[in-house]
């Protein structure tokens, strides 16, 4: 049995790594797959609640809601990389510094 | 004649803007069959038809309102949102009966006369005057703190338009100072109703807005709440008065918060300039009164000294500032501080001849002050400028101009047998009872009022007549001579024969003064504080 | 005491009021000018009506016995308010006693001749201003005014009158706008006589709240104030900050005497006067001579209960009235101005009739009231006349020789003069000797000097009436050749009027001779005004004269007018060239005196500019737009928006990743503070 610290740690350290590339990458589509990163790390950590709550008693929450989750992350990309392919027919860039039009 | 009877203040409140709107969904549906929409001209008939309409039901409420009876009348309930006490309640008094009256008498005069002033977006001129009678009649006769607050805050958007569209050279900068310098008081005011809506509920265990229980009912209102005087520092009545106080301060205007009038007197049109004067400055008095008052007795007894110092200056400071301006409406907007300056006063005697002079000046100085706009707006439509070394010798080609410029002057300072009178003599002499030292140095203002109304009387329409567009001046048309005979009518009514107004005013003054005190001892009897300075009142 | 109700005294006020509303709607809705037919007949008519409806009821005053000699009529009430002790109900309500009596004869009688007059004078067509009708509207709604102001049965209403008869001066003073100093003129006659209002309205308010913490009901009328007086003799006031406690019937006393100042152009007030003779001629007789002026004795001698227990109080009045007595005659002296002359005489014969009433004199300043609106009206009617006839001169260096060219006008001036300077048997003699004496027997201090100021002024206003008299009319016409042909008496209009007052001025007198000389001549009750009167007035306390001292007095007051005539003969008539070369050796003197010792021009100084400099610098640039509107509100404004340029703003980078950051940063905090 992989202790629950183990799993939670690692979704913890790829959360984090996830953040960090969101607000550190200039790359749209790096941004992008940090984000998806980032809600991987939280599906790992569904799925280990559910692991170690399982042993109660038949509950699937956890599974569902990771389910949940992949189906939005795939919703998501489809529309960022809409957003992404806009980008760089307007900008010819896909430098996330480029599009700051909307600041004061 | 029952129905009728019944719903009366619902019907004035509500028929301006029905007829706007009205007006604004024919036109609309005219629109879409095809047709060009409704033109001006039956706007602006229709709107004046309308408010014509309003001043007689107006007259039908004056005469229906009993004189013996204190308390509220014509009262109307409706459940609004009952969960959190919120209702349409409705009702006039001595007090708001003259005011309401003064509004539909004025609004009429104030249409006819901008007949030909107005030019262009007329439709939407008539559709927000209209709008604005509605929610200034509202404000006088809501008897519910959320839906007066509601029509108080309403009030500022057709106004902020008016000024805005219609306005002179600087429209924009005084309609944004105009309705962000309201707003800064009404928000904080509104803080006030807030905690007092919870202090209710803490006392009472229901929520409720209304200010005082209607006639069939026996839930307690926010009167009855007994807000304290010492305890948490936002609770108390001294800080709540004076988040009241600031908002209404804002509205009269007192010194120093009075520097939006200048302002939005001068750029507005000649019409929105009337209302202001004549309605909406009115809106601060009338709120003191109503509400600042009875809420918290403690702490306006407690604090009238400094109302009164405030009220005093803003006479002498009104009266000297208003003595070196240049341009006309600039002067008349600074007489206005000094005129509501005497309300003040009057309101803060808290005796009964104080109050009622209070009132009726405030009839009065709807009345005068709204003549003086009209006739400078009639000099600028003919010349297009406001400034006294513009003019010179105009009585000798408008004589009869020069003739209702000089009543109306003589009103403003207070000749007797004129309304201003009556006012001046009651809060002089109500005041001077309880305050001797204040009322005097307020008398001063009698003569400064003298001085500065007639050097600029002389100064425009005496001496030779240099400039030569003066002697081609147009005197009055027929349509302007009614207007003007139309408001002289009430000035020398009201000071010949104040009788009928006095009479309705007195027992709901009385009655609130009686409360005021009452209450007050009551409260500081619970609190130990103040009970020396009831002690020494007459 | 009975009550005497009727319907007439209504009527007195009344029918000049609508005159002047008639006229006012004329003068608005007709296009050409009324026919002067329609005008004369409205305007003198409505005055001569009120003129026999006083004398009616003079009649049927009379007819009742001493002690309840009043008439009284109510109409409403005016102003009410309050309810029980503290209640205020000022009623529009009418009172004729022998005190409104004699005023109203005299505002109605002298005002209707000055009407006729005004027929004659006011042929003004040729002025860019001109307004027959619109100057009989005008003096009908002053008459409506002084009659409200006599009539009135309570101070409230008495200040309606006060207050109008300053509005019709206005109107009346700056009669002819197109010059733009008669228009100032006018504006500072109403100002300075709203300082007055001021005091008087004080007064009002300290006699009510008086009454308030007396305990009695409180009340605004003459009657009931006289009644409950007894309850605030003795109350005491003090000032704020500093000690002494002040008798409140003083306090009072000196409240409305402030107005009376201003009313009656008495130090310090006095100085719209001189320059409401801007007006025309009839406007100077009427208002500034024979009634408005004359409001503030009548005030006093209403009050009189008041003031003879007010003994500070009728000290400074007769004091008062007695150096503006001197002050103004000193200033006469010198003038040149017809009207000017007599302006100052008017000044200092009002300050008689006060030197009398602070003395407690009241029927000897009543008297003298009397006699002075005739001869003074006599007087500038006669200087209009003069003025018709040299074309609008006014100066009287440039007149003389008068005599022969217009001598109706001559003989009635002089008869005048002769009257003002007090020779017997004329009025002013007998007027002027029942004011000396009343000084010479008073409880004031300093009184015998208020005796001797009173007799040197009696010499110095024969002298410089004399002065008058001579350089207009005797010696060498000193007019320019065009003028000297063209000098004829005026219309009969302007002419026959003077007559009549003459008659009065010479025969007036025989009112009020002293009871002595009645005794002498065997006619029982010859001081008829006197005892007309004297009910109502508080009975002096006043030092007894023997008959051989009033005989001493009477004859110093006629050797001071002789006295006076004697040097202005010698002055004007035996040497002339003597005034030019004394007032060129007392040069600075003479000057002082020409300048009316600069008093404008100190106040000008000391008040107006200062005051007018202050509030526009201090009070408009530097407080309101300045620190109000510039630092608080604009200040506000601006202040913001430098939060929010210079710092607020960078917070939109425009970078959706900063936000992110934000956003993160914010989570973890929330996080930590409720993980805790």
Same mark, same amino acid.
């Given at each position: 049995m ?24 200039r ?12 809600l ?22 956890g ?42 | ?36 929409g ?116 309403v ?14 050279p ?36 229901t ?6 229980a ?21 609770q ?44 909406l400055?009115?809106?601060g ?34 009266s ?110 109500g ?11 307020a ?82 009897a ?13 | ?31 050409r ?49 309050g ?91 700056g ?15 109403f ?5 007055g ?100 004795v ?6 009189s ?37 007599l302006?100052?005489s ?13 003395c ?39 007149m ?24 017997p ?7 002027k ?11 004031v ?5 208020l ?8 010499a ?5 009436m ?33 007559? =009549? +007052? /003459?008659?009065?001025? $010479?025969?007036?007198?025989?009112? !009020?001779?002293? #009871?002595? %000389?009645?005794?002498?001549?065997? *006619? ?14 508080p ?12 005989v001493?007095?009477?004859l ?24 030019a ?60 928006? =430098? +939060? /929010?340029d210079?710092? $607020?703003?960078?917070?939109?980078? !425009?970078?959706? #990743?900063? %936000?992110v950051?934000?956003?993160? *940063? ?11």
């Open positions: 992989v202790p629950l610290d183990h799993v939670i740690g690692l979704s913890a350290i790829l959360f984090t790594i996830g953040t960090i590339g969101v607000v550190t990458r790359n749209v589509i790096v941004i992008l797959m940090s984000i998806e990163l980032m991987n790390a939280v599906n790992l950590a569904f799925v280990g609640f559910n692991r170690m709550s399982a042993s109660a008693g038949g509950q699937v929450d599974h569902i809601f990771v389910l949940m989750v992949i189906t939005v992350a795939a919703a998501e990309v489809a529309v960022g990389l809409g957003i992404v392919i806009s980008m760089f027919r307007n900008r010819d860039s896909i430098n996330v510094e480029d599009v700051s039009l909307l600041k004061w | 004649m029952g129905f009728f009877d019944q719903y009366l203040l619902t019907i004035l409140t509500f028929l301006p803007l029905g007829t706007a709107l009205g007006l604004f969904g024919s036109g609309a549906l005219a629109l879409a069959m095809g047709r060009s409704l033109p001006p001209a039956l706007w602006r008939a229709v709107g004046l038809s309308s408010a014509g309409l309003n001043f007689l039901l107006s007259l039908r409420l004056f005469a229906a309102f009993d004189p013996t009876v204190t308390g509220m009348q014509m009262v109307e309930y409706g459940a609004w949102i009952p969960e959190y006490g919120i209702n349409y309640y409705v009702g006039v008094d001595g007090i708001s009966l003259l005011l309401v009256l003064l509004t539909t008498f004025l609004m009429p005069i104030v249409l006819l006369s901008s007949w030909t002033d107005i030019s262009r977006s007329i439709k939407s001129y008539i559709f927000f005057m209209l709008f604005l009678e509605t929610g200034m009649i509202g404000t006088f006769v809501a008897l519910n703190v959320f839906q007066f607050y509601v029509f108080w805050e009030m500022l958007i057709p106004m902020y338009f008016i000024i805005g569209i219609w306005g002179g600087r429209r924009i900068y005084a309609a944004v100072k105009f309705f962000l310098f309201t707003m800064v008081g009404s928000l904080l005011m509104l803080v006030a109703i807030l905690v007092i809506y919870y202090l209710s509920l803490e006392q009472t265990g929520l409720n807005f209304d200010l005082l209607p006639p069939w009912s026996e839930v307690p209102a926010l009167l009855d709440t007994v807000i304290p005087v010492e305890g948490v520092w936002w108390t009545q001294y800080w709540l008065f004076a988040a009241f106080a600031l908002a209404f301060a804002i509205k009269v205007p007192m010194v120093p918060l009075h520097t939006w009038l200048p302002d939005a007197h001068v750029e507005a049109p000649t019409a929105g300039s009337v209302v202001l004067a004549g309605v400055l009115k809106m008095t009338y709120g003191f009164l109503r509400f600042a008052l009875p809420l918290f007795p403690v702490a306006a007894i407690d604090l009238t000294p400094w109302f009164l110092g405030l009220s005093v200056t803003g006479i002498i400071y009104g000297l500032v208003a003595m070196i301006q240049a341009d006309i409406k600039k002067l008349v907007a600074y007489s206005s501080v000094a005129h509501l300056g005497f309300v003040m006063l009057g309101i803060f005697a808290l005796n009964v001849q104080g109050m009622n002079g209070a009132v009726l000046q405030m009839v009065n100085h709807g009345l005068s002050t709204g003549a003086l706009f009209l006739l400078v707006g009639m000099l600028y439509e003919r010349r297009h400028t406001r400034l006294i070394e513009n003019f010179g010798g105009v009585a000798r080609p408008m004589p009869v101009f020069a003739c209702f410029f000089g009543i109306v002057t003589m009103s403003s300072i207070g000749l007797p047998m004129l309304n201003g009178f009556v006012g001046e003599f009651l809060i002089l002499l005041t001077f009872l309880v305050y001797p030292g204040w009322a005097a140095l008398t001063s203002g009698v003569v400064l009022a003298a001085a500065y109304m007639l050097w600029m009387f002389r100064r425009v329409m005496f001496g030779p007549v240099d400039i030569e567009e003066n002697r081609k001046l147009i005197d009055l048309n027929p349509r302007e001579r009614l207007v003007l005979v139309a408001i002289v009518i009430p000035i020398i009514w009201i000071g010949v024969y104040p009788e009928p107004f006095l009479r309705r005013i007195e027992p709901s003054v009385s009655q609130l003064v009686e409360d005021v005190r009452s209450r007050a001892e009551d409260q500081a619970i609190a130990l504080v103040g009970a020396d300075v009831l002690e020494e009142r007459p | 005491m009975v009550n005497q109700q009727t319907e007439l005294l209504r009527w007195i006020p009344l029918l000049p009021l609508i005159a002047a509303a008639v006229h006012g709607v004329m003068i608005g809705l007709m296009r000018s009324a026919p002067r037919w329609v005008v004369i007949a409205l305007s003198c008519g409505s005055v001569l009506l009120s003129f026999a409806l006083s004398c009616v009821a003079f009649v049927e005053l009379t007819a009742l016995p001493a002690e309840s000699r009043f008439l009284v009529d109510t109409l409403y009430t005016w102003i009410g308010a309810i029980g002790e503290t209640r205020l109900a000022a009623d529009l309500a009418f009172r004729l006693d022998p005190l409104s009596a004699v005023m109203i004869l005299v505002v109605t009688g002298v005002g209707s001749l000055i009407h006729l007059y005004s027929i004659g004078y006011m042929d003004d067509d040729h002025r860019e201003d001109k307004g027959f009708q619109r100057f009989f509207c005008f003096l009908n709604l002053f008459t409506f005014s002084m009659l409200m102001l006599v009539l009135g049965d309570n101070l409230a209403l008495m200040f309606v009158g006060w207050e109008g008869v300053g509005l019709c001066s206005y109107l009346l003073i009669f002819w706008y197109s010059d733009r100093f008669n228009a100032y003129c006018g504006s500072k006659a100002i300075v006589n709203r300082i209002d001021f005091g008087f309205l004080i007064g009002i308010f300290l006699l009510f709240r008086a009454f308030v913490e007396a305990g009695v009901p409180a009340t605004l009328s003459f009657s009931e104030i006289e009644r409950s007086f007894d309850a605030i003799r003795e109350l005491t006031l003090a000032a704020p900050f500093w000690g002494p406690e002040w008798r409140l019937v003083n306090v009072v006393g000196l409240c409305f005497f402030v107005g009376a100042c201003g009313k009656s152009a008495q130090i310090p007030l006095y100085v719209w006067l001189p320059d409401a003779m801007a007006g025309p001629t009839p406007v100077s007789a009427l208002i500034h001579a024979a009634t408005m002026v004359t409001a503030g009548y005030m006093v001698c209403r009050l209960f008041l003031y003879a227990d007010a003994e500070l109080a009728s000290a400074v009045v007769a004091w008062t009235g007695a150096l503006t007595a001197l002050f103004a005659a000193s200033i006469a002296i010198t003038q040149t101005d017809i009207k000017k002359v302006a100052y008017t000044v200092s014969q009002l300050g008689y009739m006060f030197l009398a009433a602070g407690g004199g009241y029927t000897g300043a009543m008297f003298h009231l009397v006699t002075h609106a005739f001869f003074k009206a006599l007087l500038f009617l006669g200087a209009g006349s003069v003025i018709l006839a040299m074309h609008h001169e006014q100066d009287i260096e440039k003389g020789g008068l005599w022969r060219r217009i001598r109706q006008t001559g003989v009635v001036f002089l008869v005048g003069v002769i009257a003002i300077a007090g020779v048997p004329f009025s002013g003699f007998f007027s000797d029942e004011i000396l004496v009343a000084a010479f027997t008073a409880h201090p300093g009184h015998l000097w005796y001797g100021i009173g007799l040197a002024t009696a110095i206003t024969s002298f410089y004399f002065r008058l008299f001579f350089k207009t009319f005797l010696g060498e016409c000193r007019a320019p050749a065009h003028v000297r042909d063209r000098v004829h008496e005026p219309s009969n209009w302007v002419v026959k009027p003077l007559w =009549a +007052l /003459a008659l009065l001025s $010479l025969i007036g007198g025989m009112i !009020g001779i002293p #009871q002595v %000389y009645g005794d002498s001549l065997h *006619v029982e009750s010859s001081h008829s005004l006197n005892n007309f009167l004297s009910p109502l007035f009975a002096g306390a006043a030092h007894h004269l023997s008959h051989s001292t009033e001493q007095m009477a110093a007051a006629v050797g001071m007018a002789a006295l006076g005539w004697l040097v202005a003969w010698f002055l004007y008539l035996r040497r002339p060239e003597l005034p070369r004394m007032a060129h050796s007392l040069g600075g003197l003479y000057r002082m005196l020409l300048n009316k010792y600069w008093i404008d021009e100190v106040y000008d100084a000391l008040i107006v500019r200062p005051l007018v400099r202050f509030s526009d610098v201090m009070l408009f640039r530097v407080v309101d737009a300045g620190a109000i509107d510039g630092i608080a509100v604009n200040g506000t404004a601006r202040g913001i928006r =430098a +939060l /929010a210079h710092g $607020l703003k960078y917070l939109q980078s !425009g970078l959706a #990743q900063g %936000y950051f934000l956003m993160i *940063v914010g989570t973890v905090a929330i996080l930590g503070y409720l993980l805790r």
